[in-house]
């Protein structure tokens, strides 16, 4: 179990920051989005600070799942961006939905490897 929640940890970790830097410094072409996707992203973009701090956040928790500090503010923090890369790629359009399964899969399990530290907050 610890080896596979390392494995989760860093594969998470990593697309995190990699989706982070290439936002930050516009590596590559974004793809054209259409349809509902579009409107979305329009919307968000016209926002003006709603991609930037969603992208900061990823590259600090994926930063903080690389190291192990932190990790269990960082997989918290994380869990509503998560849900929505999900529903975004599901309820929207159909591209990439292997990925949204696997960031929202992994932050799940990785705080479910976790439930001990996470226990006392569903205390009543």
């Not at 290439?22 to 992203?41: D, I, K, R, S």
């Not at 500090?69 to 591209?95: E, G, Q, R």
């Not at 990925?99 to 001990?116: E, K, Q, R």
């Not at 530290?117 to 009543?124: D, G, H």
């Amino acid at each position: 179990m610890k080896i596979a929640v390392l494995i989760v940890r860093i594969l998470l970790g990593s697309l995190l920051i990699f989706a982070s830097v290439v936002y930050f410094f516009n590596l590559g072409e974004a793809e054209v989005q259409t349809g509902n996707m579009a409107t979305l992203m329009t919307g968000l973009v016209a926002s003006k600070y709603i991609m930037p701090l969603a992208k900061s956040i990823e590259l600090i928790a994926g930063l903080s799942l690389l190291s192990g500090k932190f990790m269990n503010i960082s997989l918290l923090v994380l869990l509503p961006i998560t849900v929505n890369i999900f529903l975004m790629h599901t309820v929207t359009t159909f591209s990439e939905i292997p990925v949204a399964v696997f960031v929202l899969g992994a932050n799940t399990f990785l705080i479910f490897a976790h439930w001990d530290s996470y226990k006392n907050l569903f205390k009543a």
